[in-house]
DNA sequence: TATAAATCTTAAATTAATCTTAAAAATTCA
DNA sequence: TGAATTTTTAAGATTAATTTAAGATTTATA
């Protein structure tokens, strides 16, 4: 889960950061609109934290230009008290929920759970399954049967990924800019490298899944036959 | 346990302040509605004192506030003894329990230490329990079988934390802002200080619990194998 | 089957996180 | 006040995660 933040007052950014970086989440932030703009179109994210009120272009016009851009991911608005309109408007352009700040840490994870829900995601007790095998995304723990096995940090977000993706084909690409970052200078061998670390733990558990390779296109995971 | 207190009257409040940081609770104090709130939605303290008569916004709004935003700590309401249906209001609002002004201390503490019973914190005369120590939260000392090592102040809540926690773990960011206090610039490293003087006690007790690292995500103290 | 491209696998090199100490600074207590 | 204790700071050591790089293997296809 990679959440974009863009919020010009620097102090409550990086709290948010931290406490989102806490909840697993791959965060990223930036302090201007036009920024804002530039990122949030790279697609790449799955929630966007946006702030109304901005240096260089206004939280609602970075709004309408993403939608106009085609790009839907989920934005949470953040509001003062008294733009009551804009978060109005807000919703009438195209956003999926709003915060009236001060908001508490916890209703703002409960946004981010309801909308990523919303997407198809299930989330148990931070516990994610497929097949034979359990993800702990607390422990950042692999298990199968009595066996358990521990992921660093790549490779929990890793597989993560691929498991939220079951059945579908994720590409190289996809992997480098989902953990990486669009904006690292990781290469295919990067990913290729954590696929192989994957795929070690998974044997040594002596997992159904594997990890399959589609040459040239990407990965899946999947039960073996 | 960090217990939040706020309260206009600033003489009261210093008062209230004084005895229980003798306790060995860990205080924040703040003099105005709004800033209650703002402490408040932090979700940090484990019981918020909570006076009705406030500048800015009054106790119950606040009240009301913290609910709505899924704060559910325990707050002791203080009301006056013309205030009673402020207190009925208040109940129903969901605070936990009242005091009338004015009150004796020996009444508040006991009211603080039921209200963190209840919170399912086992507490048999100040002690508690895991695997092979005990640790007298009265005197700050840890035991373990015929040893005993007195802890700091600091050691005393860290440990106690993580106790409270066992089985989950908990992030260093966690451990700052519930020992430090959230607006503390104190960094990783005093956490992690702090974290080897703990595990030199414990080695000294040849204690069977160890607190075990989790790299980039924070600590989880169990016993070992 | 020969070739080239893509992918895999490993080990070494690099980077980053954490641990440990000791000394400095702050606080407490007699 | 001054000694003892606690807390903070800082620097070097240790350990783990990540990246890099090079050679091996696989696969597609000419």
Redesign the interface.
Known sequence: MRILIIEDEKKLAEAIK?ILV?NKYIVDMVHDGISGLDYGLTGIYDIIILDIMLPEMNGLDVLKELRKNKIFTPIILLTAKDEIQDKVRGLDYGADDYLTK??????LL?RIRALSRRRGDIIVDDIIEIEDIKLNL???ELICGNKSV?L??KECHIIEFLIKRKGQVVSKEEILEKIWGFDSDAEYNNVEVYISFLRKKLAYLHSRINIKTLRGIGYSIEGSI
């Open positions: 931290h806490k001060p908001f508490s840490i916890d209703e409960a607390s422990t950042y521990k660093s940090l």
